[in-house]
């Protein structure tokens, strides 16, 4: 009897934010059998599926921000004649401020699968740990890096109703931080996370001109996650 054929699919797997024992089972094998792996960097994914154990590696295709326009209807179309492709992040829920959307935009508007292993988001677990309202929240991933764009988005938000969640890096975090106090007052509480499930996490909780000079007290390596209250709220 001829082997049926191959049902293309696109499958989103989230991979660890930090430890490397947060890879869900089921990413393991569907990593092992993918025929193309579309990654940010082709070798902090390699180096994952070394740490994995995955002798005989699928190719790795590189897939970042820069070339997600070109390359996301030529997957498409990998993945309409069959193939089983996976996108990763280097860490975290890929399409969660990584690229990732306009492949799967290509993918809905083909009418192809597309399906996810969901694993680590560092917005979602910031939030979860925080001790601030979970019941609504916005996620704004990166602020823009100038000045006066932060600060006119915090303006912006001061009446926002939920909890606001955005990525910053250790170059800007202080300064970050300095306009977050500055436009929405030292008492607004926050929470500030860094290194997610890593060795030296941390995560300071309270007013920000609390929350800021702890954070400046303490190593500002790494990733972070801040999550801003919505007004009047208090820890």
Same mark, same amino acid.
């Given at each position: 009897?001829p082997n049926?054929p191959? /049902? &293309?699919?696109l499958?989103?797997?989230?991979?660890?934010?930090?430890?490397l024992?947060d890879?869900?089972?089921?990413? !393991?094998?569907?990593l092992k059998?993918?025929?193309?792996?579309?990654?940010?960097?082709t070798?902090?994914?390699g180096?994952l599926?070394?740490?994995?154990?995955?002798?005989?590696?699928?190719e790795l295709?590189?897939y970042?921000?820069e070339?997600?326009?070109?390359l996301?209807?030529p997957?498409? $179309?990998?993945i309409? %004649?069959?193939?089983? !492709?996976v996108?990763?992040? %280097?860490?975290?829920?890929?399409?969660?401020s990584?690229p990732g959307?306009?492949?799967v935009r290509a993918c809905?508007k083909?009418g192809?699968?597309?399906?996810a292993?969901p694993?680590?988001?560092?917005?979602?677990?910031?939030?979860?740990?925080?001790?601030?309202? #979970?019941?609504?929240?916005l996620?704004?991933?990166f602020?823009?890096?100038?000045?006066?764009?932060r600060v006119?988005?915090?303006? $912006?938000q001061? %009446?926002?109703e939920?909890t606001?969640?955005?990525?910053? #890096?250790?170059h800007r975090?202080s300064?970050?931080? %300095?306009?977050?106090?500055? /436009?929405? &007052?030292?008492d607004r509480a926050?929470s500030?996370?860094?290194?997610?499930?890593?060795?030296?996490e941390?995560i300071h909780s &309270?007013?920000?001109g609390?929350?800021?000079?702890?954070?400046?007290?303490? #190593?500002?390596k790494?990733?972070f996650?801040i999550? !801003?209250a919505?007004?009047n709220?208090?820890?």
């Amino acid at each position: 009897m001829p082997n049926a054929p191959k /049902t &293309g699919c696109l499958t989103l797997v989230a991979t660890p934010i930090g430890n490397l024992g947060d890879i869900p089972l089921r990413a !393991i094998e569907i990593l092992k059998e993918a025929d193309c792996i579309a990654c940010e960097d082709t070798r902090v994914t390699g180096k994952l599926l070394s740490k994995l154990g995955l002798k005989t590696k699928p190719e790795l295709l590189s897939y970042r921000n820069e070339n997600e326009q070109s390359l996301a209807e030529p997957l498409a $179309a990998r993945i309409a %004649d069959g193939q089983a !492709i996976v996108l990763v992040a %280097d860490a975290g829920t890929p399409a969660i401020s990584d690229p990732g959307f306009r492949l799967v935009r290509a993918c809905r508007k083909n009418g192809l699968k597309v399906t996810a292993v969901p694993g680590p988001c560092a917005a979602v677990t910031a939030l979860a740990l925080s001790g601030l309202p #979970s019941d609504g929240f916005l996620f704004v991933g990166f602020l823009p890096p100038k000045r006066a764009a932060r600060v006119r988005f915090f303006d $912006a938000q001061q %009446d926002f109703e939920y909890t606001i969640i955005l990525y910053e #890096s250790c170059h800007r975090i202080s300064k970050c931080l %300095d306009d977050l106090v500055e /436009t929405l &007052g030292a008492d607004r509480a926050i929470s500030v996370s860094r290194e997610l499930t890593k060795l030296h996490e941390t995560i300071h909780s &309270g007013p920000a001109g609390k929350v800021r000079e702890q954070v400046a007290q303490a #190593s500002q390596k790494g990733e972070f996650v801040i999550s !801003i209250a919505k007004k009047n709220y208090s820890l």
